[in-house]
């Protein structure tokens, strides 16, 4: 009862479902450049929220001094230290920890989630002995999730993603909560600014070339951020900036389309998970849920077959199949996929022959493959809306009197699934130039800002005081 006929058949379909043409990405760029502009023009005007950040001047280079930065991801917190010494060459991170976030406080309290950022920051500092700081220290707080901001040092919840839960927060001041904490354990620091990690790569990217004007993470979930002019968000009129702009923090990761090419695994992923009906786009290309869409495809399979065994495995569980394990199946570069054999294997799922190994890691590569190219999509929109995507013609260096000629554009990017997947990046940066031409793709530089949401926010917590 090995029934292959049925497990192709369920590969061909996810293949036709997740199919992304060049055309059908060219409708998705257009449909971000469309609902930016709806979610300028008004307050609930599009599913992009475009929230302002209050952030109007980005590092620049001349920053001095000693910053720190704590950065609530999805997956990990991280804290880091970084001495500045007044120009770009004297950046140096000091020291930088990286722990994954106990499960346990994604659905705890708030307190309970502070008080133990708090102990962790009081830790971070014991090492640096006695001494070493005489006044207070200013600390960035990365909080990677949605906040309606009233200053760039304060913000509301707005709702939780990527699988925490603690709803009594909704509402509360994010950044007054870190400080109750720290001043609960009497520890000397200032919360000096609430960034969204996606402002902390671009003030980072913008410090090392002031050509940065959009930044993307790819991590557990997604999102973006751009330099916008303080005209075009016309839902805040009267918003006066003395640099005339101001970086917007997209929230992209709920961008929804009708041209989005959506399978039935997304529907029950969705459905399925914390935050139904939300978030949709980042269901699609986050760290958190390549993994779970590849796991339902193998699951599906099993059931109509026996080539992935007939005894009990794990494949039922949600989340057990990670995005690393994805990557490393489908990076296996093992004549007989050993390490696509090893993984299986830990899922309970043992002895498969080499045939049904090869059939996994194209599984791996269709999911990872959609989300590379939208991922990309995602990237053109935002160049388009802001005119950078060559649309409005462009004109070569060779005659450079001519008004429309092209701007270099980079977009500073950051993010485990980006940094770490390498599949992942090359497909989107191989969509990149598919949508946008060989001749605009040489004047947008993708760069990748390891830790630059951290690092960036303590930069822009600097340049507050310079
Ligand atoms: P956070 O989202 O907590 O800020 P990161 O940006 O480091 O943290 O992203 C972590 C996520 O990146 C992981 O949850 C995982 O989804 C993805 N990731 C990390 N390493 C890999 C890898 N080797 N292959 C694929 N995805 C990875």
Same mark, same amino acid.
């Given at each position: 009862?090995?029934?292959?006929?049925?497990?192709?058949?369920?590969?061909?379909?996810?293949?036709?479902?997740?199919?992304?043409?060049?055309?059908?990405?060219?409708?998705?760029?257009?449909?971000?450049?469309?609902?930016?502009?709806?979610?300028?023009?008004?307050?609930?005007?599009?599913?992009?929220?475009?929230?302002?950040?209050?952030?109007?001047?980005?590092?620049?280079?001349?920053?001095?001094?000693?910053?720190?930065?704590?950065?609530?991801?999805?997956?990990?917190?991280?804290?880091?230290?970084?001495?500045?010494?007044?120009?770009?060459?004297?950046?140096?991170?000091?020291?930088?920890?990286?722990?994954?976030?106990?499960?346990?406080?994604?659905?705890?309290?708030?307190?309970?989630?502070? =008080? +133990?950022?708090?102990?962790? @920051?009081? %830790?971070?500092?014991?090492?640096?002995?006695?001494?070493?700081? &005489? #006044?207070?220290?200013?600390?960035?707080?990365?909080?990677?999730?949605?906040?309606?901001?009233?200053?760039?040092?304060?913000?509301?919840?707005?709702?939780?993603?990527?699988?925490?839960?603690?709803?009594?927060?909704?509402?509360?001041?994010?950044?007054?909560?870190?400080?109750?904490?720290?001043?609960?354990?009497?520890?000397?620091?200032?919360?000096?600014?609430?960034?969204?990690?996606?402002?902390?790569?671009?003030?980072?990217?913008?410090?090392?070339?002031?050509?940065?004007?959009?930044?993307?993470?790819?991590?557990?979930?997604?999102?973006?951020?751009?330099?916008?002019?303080?005209?075009?968000?016309?839902?805040?009129?009267?918003?006066?900036?003395?640099?005339?702009?101001?970086?917007?923090?997209?929230?992209?990761? =709920? +961008?929804?389309?009708?041209? @989005?090419? %959506?399978?039935?695994?997304?529907?029950?992923?969705?459905?399925? &998970? #914390?935050?139904?009906?939300?978030?949709?786009?980042?269901?699609?290309?986050?760290?958190?849920?390549?993994?779970?869409?590849?796991?339902?495809?193998?699951?599906?399979?099993?059931?109509?077959?026996?080539?992935?065994?007939?005894?009990?495995?794990?494949?039922?569980?949600?989340?057990?199949?990670?995005?690393?394990?994805?990557?490393?199946?489908?990076?296996?570069?093992?004549?007989?996929?050993?390490?696509?054999?090893?993984?299986?294997?830990?899922?309970?799922?043992?002895?498969?022959?080499?045939?049904?190994?090869?059939?996994?890691?194209?599984?791996?590569?269709?999911?990872?493959?959609?989300?590379?190219?939208?991922?990309?999509?995602?990237?053109?929109?935002?160049?388009?809306?802001?005119?950078?995507?060559?649309?409005?013609?462009?004109?070569?260096?060779?005659?450079?009197?001519?008004?429309?000629?092209?701007?270099?554009?980079?977009?500073?990017?950051?993010?485990?699934?980006?940094?770490?997947?390498?599949?992942?990046?090359?497909?989107?940066?191989?969509?990149?130039?598919?949508?946008?031409?060989?001749?605009?793709?040489?004047?947008?530089?993708?760069?990748?800002?390891?830790?630059?949401?951290?690092?960036?926010?303590?930069?822009?917590?600097?340049?507050?005081?310079?």
């Amino acid at each position: 009862r090995r029934k292959w006929r049925g497990v192709v058949e369920i590969l061909k379909e996810l293949e036709e479902a997740c199919d992304t043409p060049v055309g059908r990405l060219r409708q998705v760029v257009d449909a971000v450049a469309v609902e930016m502009h709806a979610g300028l023009a008004s307050e609930g005007g599009s599913k992009l929220k475009m929230l302002l950040t209050f952030v109007h001047h980005l590092p620049i280079g001349t920053e001095k001094g000693t910053y720190y930065a704590l950065h609530l991801g999805g997956t990990y917190f991280r804290i880091l230290r970084v001495l500045l010494g007044g120009e770009r060459s004297y950046l140096d991170v000091q020291d930088v920890e990286r722990h994954p976030i106990p499960s346990h406080l994604m659905n705890s309290t708030s307190e309970v989630l502070f =008080n +133990f950022l708090a102990f962790s @920051l009081e %830790r971070f500092i014991e090492k640096e002995g006695n001494g070493s700081s &005489s #006044s207070q220290r200013e600390l960035a707080f990365t909080f990677s999730f949605p906040v309606k901001h009233s200053s760039i040092s304060s913000g509301a919840l707005i709702k939780w993603t990527k699988g925490f839960e603690i709803s009594e927060m909704v509402g509360k001041d994010v950044a007054e909560c870190l400080q109750g904490a720290l001043n609960r354990r009497s520890l000397d620091m200032h919360v000096a600014a609430l960034v969204n990690d996606t402002v902390g790569a671009l003030s980072l990217g913008y410090y090392h070339d002031p050509d940065t004007v959009v930044a993307v993470v790819f991590g557990t979930g997604s999102n973006a951020c751009y330099l916008e002019r303080t005209d075009a968000i016309i839902k805040s009129q009267g918003l006066l900036t003395t640099s005339g702009s101001m970086v917007v923090n997209m929230e992209w990761g =709920n +961008f929804w389309s009708s041209h @989005l090419p %959506r399978t039935s695994y997304d529907i029950d992923l969705d459905a399925e &998970s #914390s935050n139904p009906n939300d978030m949709g786009f980042e269901k699609m290309i986050g760290g958190l849920y390549l993994g779970d869409i590849v796991r339902r495809v193998i699951l599906r399979m099993s059931q109509v077959s026996d080539i992935f065994g007939t005894t009990l495995s794990m494949l039922s569980e949600p989340y057990v199949l990670r995005t690393n394990s994805v990557s490393a199946m489908h990076e296996d570069d093992t004549p007989e996929l050993q390490e696509v054999a090893r993984i299986l294997k830990d899922l309970g799922v043992s002895d498969v022959p080499l045939k049904v190994r090869k059939l996994v890691v194209k599984i791996c590569d269709v999911v990872t493959r959609r989300a590379g190219r939208l991922a990309a999509a995602g990237i053109a929109g935002i160049l388009k809306k802001i005119g950078r995507d060559g649309s409005g013609g462009i004109t070569s260096v060779r005659s450079r009197s001519e008004t429309q000629m092209q701007k270099r554009t980079v977009v500073a990017v950051e993010g485990g699934l980006y940094m770490n997947y390498t599949m992942f990046r090359e497909y989107m940066e191989e969509a990149l130039v598919e949508i946008l031409g060989e001749e605009v793709s040489q004047y947008v530089v993708v760069k990748a800002m390891e830790d630059g949401s951290s690092i960036g926010s303590a930069l822009l917590v600097a340049s507050l005081q310079s």
